[in-house]
Each structure stands twice: as structure tokens, then as C-alpha cells.
């Protein structure tokens, strides 16, 4: 599937190999249906973020007023907080779980399999099964948890991140495992020839050596925390008061609960730029767009 | 390998097709170009059961062929159902005929002119005009115009209780708010949650405030608030009614964990089945939703009250709270009128009447009263229908009546009241901000 | 190196994994020594995966009158399966087709249009290559749900109001940046060499795509396969804003509305969330290393 970095590199200057080169025109499919429903769209609520509209009828201009509004909304400011910090703790969460647990699940003996495979069940079920199954069990007379969890800030908040974690650890196991497993042997042997014991083999080996794959994972994991939108529709509803709406879960209440479809856009224009911003701060920091160059060696 | 994408890309392909398929299917039932079929879209709960006979009885009745055409359901489940509406409305594919809840949730129809005003249509038909109880068919207009037929029962609000908890403790139905928090001292004395609350949900909430502003101010309080005066939210009458459900509330009177308690999921009403709760402030479909689920307890052990009056309040204790019921709607764009009123008057039959009574649900026919002794339970069915008829005032659930986009800040300021991240004047200054 | 002894090496198997042609993997010791402190928090891990999995089956066996109220840690005095007859009697299966049939379409689409488009962004030179990566790349974290106001205009406009495209079109181009980003990960692994030696041969652009670039992107493709089915899988709001009638309800949508149709009957929504595990669950039984491998590949670069 994969070579390591070092055997690809000797392709020697190919400026002038013609081969397997085909014309940009290849992707032209792929770049019209993208921008037809995806930047286009885009563009699209940026338009309306200048328009009222109710979902009825035509939207008709309205200039900043939007946007305005936006800028003077409170619940922008805790919007983003809290969709920062559900980025930001569900990612410690989720990281030191499956690092743990994919590390230990590269290990070969029987139980570690077995235990493996059923660690990862919870990835089978969607998203919505999930917060509905929580849904149930977190009401105190009914479930598991006696206690007024979804009445209280952070009860409601620590929910979320668990449900999250619930469905997504299983997943970013895997590619641990995945990363564990490639981590050359000798390098222990050396450590282990040197005296180092398991836990700074741990720290000194295993740690660094996946550093690639920690990358990959937590982007994946940023990326996903900003679609907990149906654990937060299904499971708090935003709730207590506006304690866990996050911005896409403002945005839909704007658009599909209060019908207010313009100002619905200026949140979801914000929500692209903010996104956009995130990319590209990503893909800087993960070396994804380097990746050309380092990687192709030509 | 190439005879592994060659297959894939078959299989692919087939599916594309089978897709396009479905997308023929979906769109086909759009109201467009297909001539006489009425589509009708309707909010698909247990009680959708009665729309669905009514539309099997109009189809292969002598009023369709003569408007030849027949009607359609959708049922749309789902508590999303007023999204739905709006989104289905802003497409090509909008229903002909709608459920819907009458006051704010049809105004942006009405202003976008997607509604037939069926005021003469009513006015000029005995079976519509005398059909239905004059309040609950003025609660389907819109500045004196009426723009929806009744089409299930009515829905008022009222306080439940487990009758085994009060024999046992003694205890009698408050009719005045201090009685009502005597009650509350000897139940948590006795270690009995007092009230059953699906905070989760947030309307049950909403319901206290209702009734409490009612009571105090009267229903011209809200009235005023509905019609969009919303520094209306700064009558004295608002403030002390989130006081006392403050008070409620700090002095543990729902319990602890309400917040965490649904409605929708069985949580609160088990509550008060499993003598965890002694009371439960909910619409009368309480009754129905206990009958489902705990039918013992529904049958031999569930009694009701209307909630009390407030010590020198300006409410009527005879004033009611609650949805006086759904209606069907016309959209402008209809394409065959004469089935969709036709399918429509089907609703004052005595055939509906008798389906929704079955049901379990309380018609606001006028034929309803003498039918009622049908009902499963008929001592709760006449208390319903004679608490609306006598009603001097029913006041339509708030987040019903007031705009949309002004509903849902609204339930979030009552989230936050309950759960006390506001205080009641928080809670007053942020109401008088909404628009 | 004594623990090297404590258990007996298993080499056969070890070698028949598919990636341990890998020179530096043909390891034994430090795979398979037992760490007590891992296997505590193993079997930490262990019981909060399984206790709400059996909470949920054990209450989806319940009656109904039993199961509010009671403690869902219970078994089930009289376990029944009523429920499940409910669920399956409410259009389950055919959510479920319709849901299939979302996830082989947005897979069609995405593979069609993302290995093209992939090959283009490694070995096209141009400018345009270039800046078609980067426009794939900054859409990674643009979340979908910022964009369903805009395309709900947009599919109302078209006429896909309340059909599967409605979903499936959508889904596929949220699913494409991610992808395009699996794929040409996978490409670059293709040496110089192999096309030279392609193009010694006289083979063109287009065959090399069909015999060289695909056949040696088979991880990247099945990743990517998995990938995109999961968008589909999981996919929520687009359902539930763009399509209203039973016609075109997928099974994220069909769980959803239980929640109201049933009342509120908790048992039969369980039995629901437990039934459309199911199916992914026979897929992984019978395809785990498929599965397992393909997401591996997510991280695997």
C-alpha cells in the first residue's frame, strides 16, 4: 500500500519525461461538479448573507444589516468558543485515547485482535444512531446516568465531546495501529540493546515516530468536530439556553428554525471563511500541500 | 483488475439509473402539472390514522369524482414538521393542502400570498359555517379572515396527577396558587417530586409561563404581545409569573434533573405513571400518550385539573391555554380547489367526528358533544370539550402564536430562565429584545 | 531481549498480512509483549464501548410499559421482539435501500470524478494542475453544513426538491476534497520508473491511468470507496433539509423521525438504532480486513 519516504526519491530530474502526463482538461469533471455544488453554493450564501429572505418569495436586499447583526450578536462570540472548545478538548480526548489504544492494538497477540474488533463496533452505527442511543440512556429516569446531565453547561458540553469520542476513537485507533505498525523493529532493538525500558521506548521511539500519522489524525479529527451538528441537534438541541450551539447548529436554527435565511447566510459565510482559514492554517502545519514536492522528488 | 472496474462500473451505473428512478418517483408528486390530484401534507404522528381514513373515504366518495380529483397524504414525522413545511412551500413540489397549527405558524403564508382565503368559501357553506366551534374556527384567522378548517382535536392544556398519591398523602386539587404551593411543601415533605417537567423538550416549560401570565395578567397580556407589541413583555404580569415559576423551580419543585427529562421520549410521563411525580402541567394529549404507554395507570389512576387561579390575578380560572387545535390549509397554487374543499368538508362529518373520538381525541366539531360518550374515556373527553366551550379566553400556545422567527429566542430565554442562567428580569429585558 | 521467549512466535501468520512485505515490519518482540498497565485501560475502554451497546439491545428487547422508568442495566424479564416487528413494519428496509443506493452513487461520483482529477494534480505540471489541488485542499475543512441554505435554493431551482440526487449530489462533492487528498497521497507512490517503462512501450496517457495509476492505487481507491460510503452513511442534514416524503427517506432520517412517530416508544427507537447497525455489521464480519485495511490507508500516509 505504502513505501516509506526514501525509496521514492531517486525518480532523478524527469523535467523532460513526457510520460503519464495527461492534460489538465482530466480533472475539468471534477472541477465543474465541485464548483457547481460546493463553491458555487458557497458563493451563493455569500450573496444572501446580504438579502432578507424567509424561505418564501425572493430574498431582497438588505446591505450589511446581516451582518451587522451578526457582528452584534452575542451568541456569535459564545458560538465560537464553544465550537473551539469542543474542537480543542475533543481532540486531547479522542488523541490520547486511540493513541494509547492503537498502540497497544498494533501488539499481534490474540486478545488484543479480538478486543480490537470489538472496540470498533461504535464506528458501525451513524452519527444520528449514536446521539439518538445517548439520547435515550442520558435521561435520568430512564438510562444509565442519574443526573441532570444535559441541564448543566458543562454536563451538556462533556455529552457532546463523549459521544463524539464514542464514535470517532475507533476510527483514529485504527490509523494509530496502522502507524504503530510500520515503526521499524530495530529501531527497539537498538533502544532495548541501550538499556531503555518499555515506557521510554514509549516516549522515545513510538511517540516520535508517529508523528506523521498524529498529524494526519488530528486533522481529520478538527475537521470532523466541526459536523458534531447532529449530535448537538439530537442530543442538547444547543441547550442549556445557548451553552452548546455550536456555529453550524446557529446557523441552522437561524435558517430552519426562525426561517431567517439571510441571516442564516452571514453565519454560514462566516463559518467558510473561518473554515477556509482553518485549512489553510491545516494544511501549513500538516505539510498536506508540501507534500507535492517532498514526496513527488522530481 | 480491469475486470474488477469493469464490474464495479456496472454496478455503479445501475445504481445511477435506479437513482434517477426514485428521483421520477419523488418529483412526480409535485403538484405541477398533475391535474386533479390534491396533495395533502400532514404532520405524521399516531393520530394521522384518522387523515388516513378520511382520505380513503373522500377518495371513493360521489364529491370526488365530481371534482375529480383525489387527494394524496404525506405524512411527515418528525418534530421538524413546521421546517418542513417551510422548505416544501419554497419548492416546486409544495402541497396543495397543509397541517398546521393556525396564528404565527401560517403568517408568512398569508404575506407571501401562498394561502386561499376561504372566508366567503366558509361564510357561504352550512356545513363549514356551523360545522365548528365559533372560538376554535376564529383561531384559524388571520386578521378576520379565515384561512384554515379544524382537523383534529383540541388540545388544551391542564394539570394531571396520579390519584393514588393523593389518597395516600391526603391530598386535594389546589384551585388557588397558594394551595398549590401547599401541595408542593407536603409532596417534597413526603419526598415525591412534586411536578413531572421535560425540561429537555422546553415547551413544557413554556406552559407555566403561559398559564401563569394569565392568570395574573389575564389573557390580554400576551394578546398584545402576539399582535408583535413586544414591549408588551414589560407588563408587571410577566415578571411576577417568572417569578413564581422561579420560585417553583429553586424551591425544587420539579426536581433536580428535570432538564435532562423529556417529554418526547416518555421520560416525564413515566414520571408521574411510576409515582415518581404527583402532578404533570401538559396538553390533553397526556392522556393518550399514557394510554400507550402505562394503560393501567391511564385507566384507574390518572385524574386532571384545571390549573388554579392566582391570588388576586387578573385571570379567569375558566381561561384556557393550549393549541385549540391543528387546520388544513389551501395553498394559492392549487391546481383542482373544488377537491381540496371538498376533501375538507369532510372534516364537520360525523364520520370524522366519530373517527377523531375513537382516537382518543376531542373534535371541535359541533356534533362532538353528543358523540363524546363514544369516546375511550368519556368523563375526561366532556371535561375537555366543556372547559373549551366555557372558556372565556383560549389563548394559543406561544411559540404557535407569536412569528417563527421570534419562537425559538423565545423558548431559549425560557430555557434559561429554568435553568438559571437568568434571573426574571433578565428574562423580561431579553423577551422585550426579541424581534 | 528475553522477552522475545515469552510467547511463541507466530511468523507464518505475521507474513501473510498485506502490508508486511514491508522489509522493517518482520517483527515479533515488541508486538507481543503484555503490557499489564495497556490491558487496565483496555479493559477500561472495553466496558465503556460495550455497556451502552448492551444497554441499547437489552432495552430494544424490552416491553415498553417495562422499560420507562426501570434501570436499562436490567435484562429484560420478558425479553420480546415486538419492537423489532414495529421498526421493520415502518419502512426500514426501504430507508435502508435508499440509503445504499445514496452511498453507491456518491461512491460512483466521487471515484470518477477524484481519480482523474487526482492523476491530473501528480503528474500534470501545469499551473492549473496546481491550482486545482490547492482549491480541493482549502474545501477539507468547509464544513457541509455551511452551504445547505445556499443549495437548497439551488436544488429547488433544479427541481430536485424531495429526491435521492437531491442528496447524493451534494454528499459526493463534500466528500471529494478528502478524497482527491487519499488519492494523490496514494499516487505519489508510483516511481518515475514505472512510467517511463510504460511509456518505452508506447502506452498512452489514458492507458496508463486504466493499467499502471489504478491497479497500484487499489489502497487509496478502497479508502477512498470506504470513505465516501461513510459520508453517505452518515449523512443527516442534507436528508433532512432536501427531501420531505417517504419516497426518498433515508435510514438517518428514518431513525430521526422515530423519535416523533413512535411517540414516545424509547424500545422501538433503540431497536431501530440496533437494526441499522445490521447491515455494516455483516459488512464488516465478512469484509473486516477490507475495511479495517481501508481506513488504516486514511492515516497510512
Same mark, same amino acid.
Given at each position: 500500500?505504502?513505501s516509506?519516504?526514501?525509496t521514492?526519491?531517486?525518480?532523478?530530474?524527469?523535467?523532460?519525461?513526457?510520460?503519464?502526463?495527461p492534460?489538465a482538461?482530466?480533472?475539468?469533471?471534477?472541477?465543474?461538479f465541485?464548483t457547481?455544488?460546493?463553491?458555487?453554493?458557497?458563493?451563493?450564501?455569500?450573496?444572501?448573507?446580504?438579502?432578507?429572505?424567509n424561505?418564501l418569495?425572493?430574498?431582497?436586499?438588505?446591505g450589511?444589516?446581516?451582518?451587522?447583526?451578526?457582528?452584534?450578536?452575542?451568541?456569535?462570540?459564545?458560538?465560537?468558543?464553544?465550537?473551539?472548545?469542543?474542537?480543542?478538548?475533543?481532540?486531547?480526548?479522542q488523541?490520547v485515547?486511540?493513541?494509547?489504544?492503537?498502540?497497544w492494538?498494533?501488539?499481534r497477540?490474540?486478545n488484543?485482535?479480538?478486543?480490537?474488533?470489538?472496540?470498533?463496533?461504535p464506528?458501525?452505527?451513524?452519527?444520528?444512531?449514536?446521539?439518538?442511543?445517548?439520547y435515550?440512556l442520558l435521561?435520568?429516569n430512564?438510562g444509565i446516568?442519574?443526573?441532570?446531565?444535559?441541564?448543566t453547561?458543562?454536563g451538556a458540553?462533556?455529552?457532546?465531546?463523549f459521544?463524539g469520542g464514542?464514535?470517532?476513537?475507533?476510527f483514529h485507533t485504527?490509523?494509530?495501529?496502522?502507524?504503530?505498525r510500520?515503526?521499524?523493529?530495530?529501531?527497539?532493538?537498538?533502544a532495548?540493546m541501550d538499556?531503555?525500558?518499555r515506557?521510554?521506548?514509549?516516549?522515545?521511539?513510538?511517540?516520535?515516530q508517529l508523528?506523521?500519522?498524529?498529524?494526519?489524525?488530528?486533522?481529520?479529527?478538527?475537521?470532523?468536530?466541526?459536523?458534531?451538528?447532529?449530535?448537538?441537534?439530537i442530543?442538547?438541541?444547543?441547550?442549556?439556553?445557548?451553552?452548546?450551539a455550536?456555529?453550524?447548529?446557529?446557523m441552522?436554527q437561524a435558517?430552519?428554525?426562525?426561517?431567517d435565511f439571510g441571516?442564516?447566510?452571514?453565519?454560514?459565510?462566516?463559518?467558510?471563511?473561518?473554515a477556509?482559514?482553518l485549512s489553510?492554517?491545516?494544511?501549513r502545519?500538516?505539510?498536506?500541500?508540501?507534500m507535492?514536492?517532498t514526496?513527488e522528488g522530481? | 483488475?480491469?475486470?474488477?472496474?469493469?464490474?464495479?462500473?456496472?454496478?455503479?451505473?445501475?445504481?445511477?439509473?435506479a437513482?434517477?428512478?426514485?428521483?421520477a418517483?419523488?418529483?412526480g408528486?409535485g403538484?405541477g402539472?398533475s391535474g386533479?390530484?390534491?396533495?395533502?401534507?400532514?404532520?405524521?404522528d399516531?393520530?394521522?390514522?384518522?387523515?388516513e381514513?378520511?382520505v380513503t373515504?373522500?377518495?371513493?366518495?360521489?364529491?370526488?369524482?365530481?371534482?375529480k380529483?383525489?387527494?394524496?397524504?404525506?405524512k411527515v414525522?418528525?418534530?421538524?414538521?413546521?421546517a418542513k413545511?417551510?422548505t416544501?412551500?419554497?419548492?416546486?413540489?409544495a402541497p396543495?393542502?397543509?397541517?398546521?397549527?393556525g396564528?404565527?405558524?401560517?403568517?408568512?403564508y398569508k404575506?407571501?400570498?401562498q394561502?386561499?382565503?376561504?372566508?366567503d368559501?366558509?361564510?357561504?357553506?352550512s356545513?363549514?359555517?356551523?360545522?365548528?366551534?365559533?372560538?376554535v374556527?376564529?383561531?384559524g384567522?388571520?386578521?378576520?379572515?379565515m384561512y384554515g378548517?379544524?382537523m383534529?382535536?383540541?388540545?388544551?392544556?391542564?394539570?394531571?396527577?396520579?390519584?393514588?398519591?393523593?389518597t395516600?398523602?391526603?391530598?386535594?386539587?389546589?384551585?388557588?396558587?397558594?394551595?398549590?404551593l401547599?401541595?408542593?411543601a407536603?409532596?417534597?415533605?413526603?419526598k415525591?417530586?412534586?411536578?413531572?417537567l421535560?425540561?429537555?423538550?422546553?415547551?413544557?416549560e413554556l406552559?407555566?409561563?403561559?398559564?401563569?401570565?394569565d392568570?395574573i395578567?389575564?389573557?390580554q397580556?400576551f394578546?398584545?404581545i402576539k399582535?408583535?407589541?413586544?414591549?408588551?413583555?414589560?407588563d408587571?404580569?410577566?415578571?411576577?409569573?417568572?417569578?413564581? *415559576?422561579?420560585q417553583?423551580? !429553586?424551591? &425544587? #419543585?420539579?426536581?433536580k434533573?428535570?432538564s435532562?427529562?423529556?417529554? =418526547? @421520549?416518555?421520560?416525564?410521563?413515566a414520571?408521574?405513571?411510576k409515582?415518581?411525580a404527583?402532578m404533570?402541567?401538559m396538553?390533553?394529549?397526556?392522556y393518550?400518550?399514557?394510554?400507550?404507554?402505562f394503560?393501567?395507570?391511564?385507566?384507574?389512576d390518572?385524574?386532571w385539573? *384545571?390549573?388554579p387561579?392566582? !391570588?388576586? &390575578? #387578573?385571570?379567569?380560572?375558566?381561561?384556557?391555554?393550549?393549541?385549540? =387545535? @391543528?387546520?388544513?390549509?389551501?395553498?394559492?397554487?392549487?391546481?383542482n380547489?373544488?377537491?381540496a374543499?371538498?376533501?375538507?368538508?369532510?372534516?364537520?362529518?360525523?364520520?370524522?367526528?366519530?373517527?377523531?373520538?375513537?382516537?382518543?381525541?376531542?373534535p371541535?366539531?359541533?356534533i362532538a358533544?353528543?358523540?363524546?360518550?363514544?369516546?375511550p374515556n368519556?368523563e375526561f373527553?366532556?371535561?375537555?370539550?366543556?372547559?373549551v366551550?366555557?372558556?372565556?379566553a383560549?389563548?394559543?400556545?406561544?411559540?404557535?402564536?407569536?412569528?417563527?422567527?421570534v419562537?425559538?429566542?423565545?423558548?431559549?430565554?425560557?430555557n434559561?430562565?429554568f435553568?438559571?442562567k437568568?434571573?426574571p428580569?433578565?428574562f423580561v429585558?431579553?423577551l422585550?429584545g426579541?424581534? | 531481549?528475553?522477552h522475545?521467549?515469552?510467547r511463541?512466535?507466530?511468523?507464518?501468520?505475521?507474513?501473510?498480512?498485506p502490508?508486511?512485505?514491508d522489509?522493517?515490519r518482520r517483527?515479533?518482540?515488541?508486538t507481543r509483549?503484555?503490557?499489564?498497565?495497556a490491558?487496565?485501560g483496555s479493559?477500561?475502554w472495553?466496558?465503556v464501548?460495550?455497556?451502552?451497546i448492551y444497554?441499547?439491545?437489552?432495552?430494544?428487547?424490552t416491553?415498553?410499559?417495562q422499560?420507562l422508568?426501570?434501570?436499562a442495566?436490567?435484562?429484560?424479564?420478558h425479553?420480546t421482539l415486538?419492537?423489532?416487528?414495529?421498526?421493520?413494519?415502518?419502512?426500514f428496509?426501504?430507508?435502508?435501500?435508499?440509503?445504499?443506493?445514496?452511498?453507491?452513487?456518491?461512491v460512483?461520483i466521487v471515484?470518477?470524478?477524484?481519480?482523474?482529477?487526482?492523476?491530473?494534480a501528480?503528474?500534470?505540471?501545469?499551473?492549473?494542475?496546481?491550482?486545482?489541488?490547492?482549491?480541493?485542499l482549502?474545501?477539507?475543512?468547509?464544513?457541509?453544513q455551511?452551504?445547505?441554505?445556499?443549495?437548497?435554493?439551488m436544488?429547488?431551482?433544479?427541481?430536485?426538491?424531495?429526491?435521492?440526487?437531491?442528496?447524493?449530489?451534494?454528499?459526493?462533492?463534500?466528500?471529494?476534497?478528502?478524497s482527491t487528498?487519499?488519492?494523490?497521497?496514494t499516487?505519489?507512490d508510483?516511481?518515475?520508473?514505472?512510467?517511463?517503462?510504460m511509456?518505452?512501450?508506447?502506452?498512452?496517457?489514458?492507458?496508463?491511468?486504466f493499467?499502471?495509476v489504478?491497479?497500484?492505487?487499489k489502497?487509496?481507491?478502497?479508502?477512498v470507496?470506504?470513505?465516501?460510503?461513510?459520508q453517505?452513511?452518515n449523512?443527516?442534514?442534507f436528508?433532512?433539509?432536501?427531501?420531505?416524503?417517504?419516497?426518498?427517506?433515508?435510514?438517518?432520517?428514518g431513525?430521526?423521525n422515530y423519535v416523533?412517530?413512535?411517540?414516545?416508544?424509547?424500545?422501538?427507537?433503540?431497536?431501530?438504532?440496533v437494526?441499522?447497525?445490521?447491515?455494516?455489521?455483516?459488512?464488516y464480519l465478512?469484509?473486516?480486513?477490507?475495511?479495517?485495511?481501508?481506513?488504516?490507508?486514511?492515516?497510512?500516509?
Amino acid at each position: 500500500m505504502s513505501s516509506s519516504v526514501t525509496t521514492r526519491t531517486k525518480g532523478g530530474p524527469g523535467r523532460g519525461v513526457r510520460a503519464g502526463r495527461p492534460s489538465a482538461v482530466w480533472a475539468l469533471p471534477a472541477v465543474l461538479f465541485f464548483t457547481i455544488f460546493a463553491v458555487a453554493p458557497m458563493a451563493l450564501a455569500f450573496y444572501l448573507s446580504f438579502t432578507k429572505w424567509n424561505g418564501l418569495g425572493d430574498p431582497e436586499p438588505v446591505g450589511l444589516a446581516n451582518w451587522q447583526k451578526l457582528f452584534d450578536d452575542p451568541r456569535l462570540t459564545q458560538s465560537l468558543t464553544v465550537t473551539v472548545l469542543l474542537t480543542v478538548v475533543s481532540w486531547a480526548f479522542q488523541t490520547v485515547v486511540s493513541l494509547l489504544l492503537g498502540v497497544w492494538a498494533a501488539g499481534r497477540q490474540r486478545n488484543r485482535a479480538f478486543l480490537s474488533a470489538v472496540f470498533f463496533v461504535p464506528f458501525l452505527l451513524s452519527s444520528t444512531a449514536i446521539s439518538l442511543l445517548f439520547y435515550a440512556l442520558l435521561d435520568p429516569n430512564f438510562g444509565i446516568i442519574h443526573g441532570d446531565t444535559l441541564g448543566t453547561t458543562s454536563g451538556a458540553f462533556l455529552a457532546i465531546v463523549f459521544v463524539g469520542g464514542w464514535q470517532f476513537i475507533p476510527f483514529h485507533t485504527l490509523i494509530y495501529q496502522g502507524g504503530a505498525r510500520q515503526i521499524p523493529e530495530v529501531l527497539y532493538q537498538a533502544a532495548a540493546m541501550d538499556g531503555a525500558g518499555r515506557y521510554r521506548q514509549f516516549f522515545s521511539i513510538t511517540l516520535p515516530q508517529l508523528r506523521n500519522t498524529a498529524t494526519t489524525s488530528s486533522v481529520l479529527m478538527i475537521v470532523g468536530s466541526l459536523t458534531y451538528f447532529e449530535t448537538v441537534l439530537i442530543l442538547t438541541q444547543g441547550g442549556p439556553g445557548t451553552d452548546t450551539a455550536i456555529l453550524p447548529y446557529l446557523m441552522y436554527q437561524a435558517g430552519f428554525k426562525n426561517y431567517d435565511f439571510g441571516y442564516a447566510s452571514a453565519v454560514a459565510s462566516f463559518l467558510v471563511v473561518a473554515a477556509t482559514a482553518l485549512s489553510l492554517l491545516l494544511v501549513r502545519l500538516s505539510g498536506f500541500g508540501n507534500m507535492r514536492s517532498t514526496r513527488e522528488g522530481m | 483488475m480491469e475486470s474488477y472496474s469493469r464490474r464495479w462500473f456496472l454496478g455503479a451505473g445501475a445504481g445511477v439509473v435506479a437513482a434517477a428512478g426514485l428521483t421520477a418517483c419523488g418529483s412526480g408528486s409535485g403538484s405541477g402539472g398533475s391535474g386533479g390530484t390534491v396533495n395533502a401534507m400532514t404532520y405524521g404522528d399516531d393520530a394521522v390514522k384518522v387523515q388516513e381514513k378520511a382520505v380513503t373515504r373522500f377518495n371513493a366518495s360521489a364529491a370526488a369524482k365530481t371534482a375529480k380529483g383525489k387527494v394524496k397524504l404525506q405524512k411527515v414525522p418528525g418534530a421538524d414538521y413546521p421546517a418542513k413545511l417551510r422548505t416544501a412551500m419554497g419548492s416546486p413540489n409544495a402541497p396543495d393542502v397543509f397541517f398546521n397549527w393556525g396564528g404565527g405558524s401560517i403568517k408568512a403564508y398569508k404575506e407571501a400570498d401562498q394561502l386561499i382565503d376561504l372566508t366567503d368559501t366558509i361564510q357561504s357553506d352550512s356545513v363549514l359555517k356551523s360545522g365548528f366551534l365559533p372560538s376554535v374556527l376564529a383561531s384559524g384567522a388571520l386578521e378576520n379572515k379565515m384561512y384554515g378548517i379544524p382537523m383534529r382535536g383540541m388540545q388544551p392544556v391542564l394539570v394531571f396527577y396520579n390519584k393514588t398519591l393523593f389518597t395516600e398523602h391526603k391530598l386535594q386539587a389546589p384551585k388557588t396558587w397558594d394551595q398549590l404551593l401547599d401541595l408542593n411543601a407536603k409532596l417534597k415533605k413526603a419526598k415525591i417530586t412534586p411536578f413531572a417537567l421535560g425540561g429537555a423538550d422546553i415547551w413544557p416549560e413554556l406552559m407555566w409561563l403561559e398559564y401563569l401570565v394569565d392568570r395574573i395578567g389575564g389573557p390580554q397580556v400576551f394578546a398584545k404581545i402576539k399582535d408583535g407589541d413586544t414591549s408588551a413583555w414589560g407588563d408587571p404580569a410577566v415578571l411576577k409569573a417568572a417569578e413564581a *415559576a422561579k420560585q417553583l423551580i !429553586d424551591d &425544587g #419543585a420539579f426536581g433536580k434533573g428535570f432538564s435532562s427529562v423529556a417529554y =418526547t @421520549n416518555g421520560g416525564a410521563p413515566a414520571l408521574l405513571a411510576k409515582g415518581r411525580a404527583a402532578m404533570h402541567l401538559m396538553g390533553s394529549w397526556e392522556y393518550s400518550t399514557q394510554l400507550g404507554k402505562f394503560p393501567d395507570f391511564a385507566k384507574k389512576d390518572l385524574g386532571w385539573f *384545571a390549573f388554579p387561579s392566582y !391570588d388576586g &390575578g #387578573a385571570g379567569d380560572i375558566r381561561n384556557v391555554v393550549g393549541n385549540p =387545535t @391543528n387546520y388544513w390549509s389551501v395553498n394559492a397554487r392549487v391546481s383542482n380547489k373544488d377537491a381540496a374543499i371538498a376533501f375538507l368538508r369532510d372534516c364537520a362529518s360525523e364520520a370524522y367526528t366519530k373517527d377523531l373520538i375513537a382516537n382518543g381525541d376531542v373534535p371541535t366539531t359541533t356534533i362532538a358533544e353528543k358523540l363524546l360518550d363514544a369516546s375511550p374515556n368519556p368523563e375526561f373527553a366532556k371535561f375537555q370539550y366543556q372547559m373549551v366551550q366555557n372558556a372565556p379566553a383560549f389563548t394559543l400556545s406561544w411559540d404557535q402564536a407569536v412569528d417563527p422567527n421570534v419562537s425559538q429566542p423565545m423558548l431559549t430565554e425560557v430555557n434559561k430562565l429554568f435553568v438559571g442562567k437568568s434571573s426574571p428580569s433578565q428574562f423580561v429585558s431579553a423577551l422585550k429584545g426579541l424581534k | 531481549m528475553s522477552h522475545d521467549t515469552l510467547r511463541r512466535p507466530r511468523p507464518v501468520k505475521t507474513s501473510t498480512r498485506p502490508s508486511a512485505t514491508d522489509p522493517g515490519r518482520r517483527r515479533r518482540h515488541w508486538t507481543r509483549r503484555p503490557n499489564p498497565l495497556a490491558g487496565v485501560g483496555s479493559v477500561l475502554w472495553l466496558v465503556v464501548v460495550i455497556i451502552p451497546i448492551y444497554a441499547m439491545i437489552s432495552v430494544s428487547l424490552t416491553r415498553q410499559d417495562q422499560a420507562l422508568g426501570n434501570n436499562a442495566l436490567k435484562p429484560p424479564s420478558h425479553p420480546t421482539l415486538d419492537n423489532y416487528n414495529t421498526v421493520l413494519h415502518n419502512g426500514f428496509g426501504h430507508f435502508l435501500l435508499n440509503t445504499l443506493l445514496v452511498a453507491a452513487a456518491v461512491v460512483v461520483i466521487v471515484l470518477a470524478l477524484c481519480v482523474p482529477l487526482s492523476y491530473v494534480a501528480v503528474r500534470a505540471r501545469t499551473f492549473w494542475s496546481g491550482a486545482t489541488f490547492r482549491l480541493f485542499l482549502l474545501g477539507v475543512a468547509i464544513p457541509a453544513q455551511a452551504v445547505v441554505v445556499p443549495l437548497y435554493l439551488m436544488i429547488a431551482k433544479l427541481n430536485l426538491y424531495d429526491s435521492l440526487l437531491a442528496i447524493i449530489l451534494p454528499t459526493a462533492a463534500f466528500a471529494m476534497p478528502v478524497s482527491t487528498l487519499i488519492l494523490t497521497g496514494t499516487m505519489r507512490d508510483i516511481s518515475e520508473e514505472m512510467y517511463e517503462a510504460m511509456s518505452l512501450d508506447g502506452a498512452s496517457t489514458t492507458r496508463m491511468l486504466f493499467q499502471l495509476v489504478i491497479p497500484m492505487t487499489k489502497g487509496g481507491i478502497s479508502t477512498v470507496v470506504i470513505y465516501s460510503a461513510l459520508q453517505a452513511w452518515n449523512g443527516f442534514l442534507f436528508p433532512l433539509i432536501f427531501t420531505q416524503s417517504d419516497g426518498p427517506r433515508v435510514l438517518t432520517l428514518g431513525l430521526f423521525n422515530y423519535v416523533s412517530q413512535f411517540g414516545v416508544n424509547i424500545p422501538a427507537l433503540l431497536a431501530s438504532v440496533v437494526l441499522s447497525g445490521i447491515p455494516i455489521f455483516a459488512v464488516y464480519l465478512v469484509a473486516r480486513r477490507a475495511l479495517v485495511g481501508g481506513l488504516m490507508g486514511v492515516g497510512g500516509k
